[in-house]
């Protein structure tokens, strides 16, 4: 039985320090509220993720550092910073792994399916700043400061799940209402469930051979909005989902007045055109398949409990 830490009480947080006291190991998941799942192997403790000292007390004992939080995202290049610097620091002078939960959004647009081999070119802030956290992170594992991996995955889906999809258009699916979709509705587009994120998570952080270096999460092939929410509608049992493709000078004008549409400028190419994820590395070194997509569309539409950890 080792100890474990999980800094940030999200839908990936949760889901991974459920998968680690599921397996007997003792698990602190650290918030600022305290909250998480009730589970005997889980210890709730409210605490700041910039709060070196008090993570350093938290993490002595532990064999791996969960990176799970996720600021505000209008506030990702000013929160994101300081919270990736704390944990790096905790890493060092604890001796536990940092394993970092990321995105794609520091590949910026590409033509072709993403390898964990693609450049880091972003096309914006946010982009930036997972970009930055990376190449940091990466620079203290070569320096032997501390051990480090990285987990990217796309867009969520599953319960809590927090993306454009599954805040903006769902619940319009799900209610039978039209959905204007800043998007080409026929675009191939790769989704990843968020017990999946956890599970490379936790395979990552236990595998030296995975240190140093990111990993892919594994998804199911992509598939269009079109049809992930027709398939969403007909398990949910709603009507066939009514959907009208948005013109892009419409989302920025948008954004003029909608802090939500405006932060979407930065990744709309995603949705514009293919965008395709390759994560057969992480099948390959771990044995983690991607979860079926209607468990995973399941859970997202709250009709199911997704799948087992």
């Not at 209610?175 to 587009?189: F, I, K, N």
């Amino acid at each position: 039985m080792s100890n474990h830490v999980v800094v940030g009480a999200g839908p990936v947080g949760r889901a991974t320090a459920r998968i680690l006291a599921d397996r007997g190991e003792r698990v602190r998941l650290v918030s600022r509220r305290g909250v998480g799942p009730e589970h005997p192997g889980i210890e709730r403790v409210a605490a700041d993720a910039n709060d070196r000292d008090r993570l350093v007390q938290l993490s002595a004992d532990a064999v791996a550092l969960y990176n799970c939080v996720n600021p505000a995202y209008h506030r990702w290049p000013v929160d994101w910073p300081p919270i990736a610097a704390a944990l790096t620091s905790v890493a060092e002078r604890t001796g536990a792994v940092l394993a970092v939960t990321s995105n794609l959004y520091g590949y910026g647009p590409v033509d072709g399916p993403l390898t964990e081999e693609t450049p880091l070119r972003p096309n914006g802030a946010k982009g930036e700043v997972r970009a930055r956290m990376w190449r940091e992170a990466l620079a203290a594992h070569r320096a032997g400061r501390i051990r480090m991996t990285e987990v990217r995955g796309s867009d969520y889906l599953g319960a809590d799940a927090q993306t454009p999809v599954t805040v903006l258009i769902v619940p319009k699916v799900l209610a039978g209402r039209r959905a204007y979709v800043p998007a080409d509705l026929d675009a191939p587009h790769s989704w990843t469930y968020v017990g999946d994120v956890a599970r490379t998570l936790v395979a990552a952080a236990a595998d030296e051979r995975a240190w140093g270096r990111p990993w892919h999460v594994p998804s199911q092939p992509p598939i269009s909005i079109r049809r992930l929410t027709a398939r969403l509608a007909e398990l949910a049992g709603a009507p066939a989902p009514r959907l009208a493709s948005l013109p892009s000078p419409v989302l920025w004008l948008g954004g003029l007045l909608d802090p939500t549409a405006r932060e979407l400028r930065e990744t709309a190419y995603q949705f514009r055109r293919p965008f395709v994820l390759d994560s057969s590395a992480a099948t390959a070194a771990f044995g983690i398949e991607p979860t079926p997509l209607d468990v995973a569309l399941r859970e997202t539409a709250g009709i199911g409990s997704g799948a087992p950890h």
